[in-house]
């Protein structure tokens, strides 16, 4: 069992950064492959980054690809999404997930955590 608590949302101008932390509670934390996805209103939830349990392995969605960057610290049981140039586009609520499947492309979360608001102006 793993449980995810996102935080370092916030409303930021376009252009602007934001860095996005998730904290995972659970010793096997290392075991799992983490990603980001973001659901924006009337939309429907969309992948936005995957990172593999070691941190060797990355993949984006292509509309992120060049301004964000995932990363981890096993060691902190954290899992990071830096946010560049951000675009009004990018509003969304964003949910950090762990999970067992990732393989280059293919990422399945099995657990989710409560997502965390980010406000992108023009």
């Known amino acids: 069992q793993v449980q995810l608590v996102e935080s370092g949302g916030g409303l930021v101008q376009a252009g602007g950064s934001l860095r996005l932390s998730c904290a995972a509670s659970g010793r096997t934390f290392s075991s799992y492959a983490m990603g980001w996805f973001r659901q924006a209103p009337g939309k429907e939830r969309e992948f936005v980054a995957a990172i593999s349990w070691s941190g060797g392995s990355t993949y984006y969605a292509d509309s992120v690809k060049g301004r964000f960057t995932i990363s981890r610290d096993n060691a902190k049981n954290t899992v990071y999404l830096q946010m560049n140039s951000l675009k009004p586009e ?3 609520v964003y949910y950090c997930a762990a999970g067992i499947n990732y ?15 980010v406000t992108v102006s023009s």
């Open 90 to 92: 990018d509003t969304a």
């Open 103 to 117: 393989s280059g492309s293919r990422f399945i979360p099995d657990y989710w955590g409560e997502g965390t608001q």
